[in-house]
């Protein structure tokens, strides 16, 4: 990054950091009000709402709590870029980036043409990638469909599970839980996996 470009960044991200550091303050006020209302309040919904809003104002503060991280991790990343970015990694994945692309694709027209689409008698109108696996299970290359099949599956797994994270952070209406290395708490796991075994039995 260009030395002017990357001053201008570091300043805008201590700025936003300034920011969160007030509206943390600001949320902990907010609390503590809602606490003592709590006490005098006999609406249920009343308390509910308000509980909800600060809920809510919460969800939203972490969630630009761990957009600031990442983006001090990027600028990080971009100061020490001769001893830390390997160039080809970043091509690697890339590469393997437009083929899972491309697989997802496939995969989404697969799904609507042999479970969202039906003919007359309950008859999917395409097989689409069923033939596939037919065919490779009749050939000489039949020991590769189960392990194909297998690889799929974990491609949905760890698809959802990024997608869950990335989900909650964007729209917010479930509270995301996402895994840092060295950073992560414990209900974070606990609630990763039990999403996963929901994951699990679509995936099945």
Same mark, same amino acid.
């Not at 390997?86 to 437009?98: A, D, N």
């Given at each position: 990054?260009?030395?002017?470009?990357?001053?201008?960044?570091?300043?805008?991200?201590?700025? $936003?950091?300034?920011?969160?550091?007030?509206?943390?303050?600001?949320?902990?006020?907010?609390?503590?009000?809602?606490?003592?209302?709590?006490?005098?309040?006999?609406?249920?919904?009343?308390?509910?709402?308000?509980?909800?809003?600060?809920? &809510?104002?919460?969800?939203?503060?972490?969630?630009?709590?761990?957009?600031?991280?990442?983006?001090?991790?990027?600028?990080?990343?971009?100061?020490? @870029?001769?001893?830390?970015?390997?160039?080809?990694?970043?091509? $690697?994945?890339?590469?393997?980036?437009?083929?899972?692309?491309?697989?997802?694709?496939?995969?989404?027209?697969?799904?609507?043409?042999?479970?969202?689409?039906?003919?007359?008698?309950?008859?999917?109108?395409?097989?689409?990638?069923?033939?596939?696996?037919?065919? $490779?299970?009749?050939?000489?290359?039949?020991?590769?469909?189960?392990?194909?099949?297998?690889?799929? &599956? @974990?491609?949905?797994?760890?698809?959802?599970?990024? &997608?869950?994270?990335?989900? &909650?952070?964007?729209?917010?209406?479930?509270?995301?839980?996402?895994?840092?290395?060295?950073?992560?708490?414990?209900?974070?796991?606990?609630?990763?996996?039990?999403?996963?075994?929901? @994951?699990?039995?679509?995936?099945?």
């Amino acid at each position: 990054m260009d030395p002017a470009k990357f001053k201008k960044a570091k300043e805008g991200l201590a700025k $936003l950091i300034a920011q969160l550091m007030k509206i943390g303050e600001e949320l902990v006020e907010q609390k503590k009000q809602h606490l003592e209302s709590e006490e005098k309040k006999k609406n249920f919904f009343s308390k509910f709402f308000d509980g909800r809003k600060i809920q &809510g104002d919460q969800n939203k503060f972490e969630r630009d709590c761990e957009l600031a991280e990442i983006e001090f991790k990027k600028l990080d990343q971009i100061a020490a @870029y001769n001893l830390n970015v390997e160039p080809c990694k970043f091509v $690697l994945w890339l590469v393997i980036g437009i083929l899972f692309g491309i697989f997802s694709l496939v995969m989404m027209i697969h799904i609507f043409c042999n479970v969202a689409v039906f003919q007359a008698h309950n008859v999917p109108s395409d097989p689409f990638l069923n033939t596939m696996f037919f065919k $490779l299970e009749d050939s000489m290359l039949s020991v590769v469909t189960i392990p194909t099949m297998i690889l799929c &599956g @974990y491609y949905f797994l760890l698809a959802a599970f990024k &997608g869950n994270v990335k989900l &909650g952070m964007r729209f917010l209406f479930v509270t995301f839980y996402p895994i840092q290395p060295k950073e992560t708490f414990v209900n974070s796991f606990f609630i990763n996996a039990i999403v996963l075994n929901l @994951y699990s039995v679509a995936v099945t």
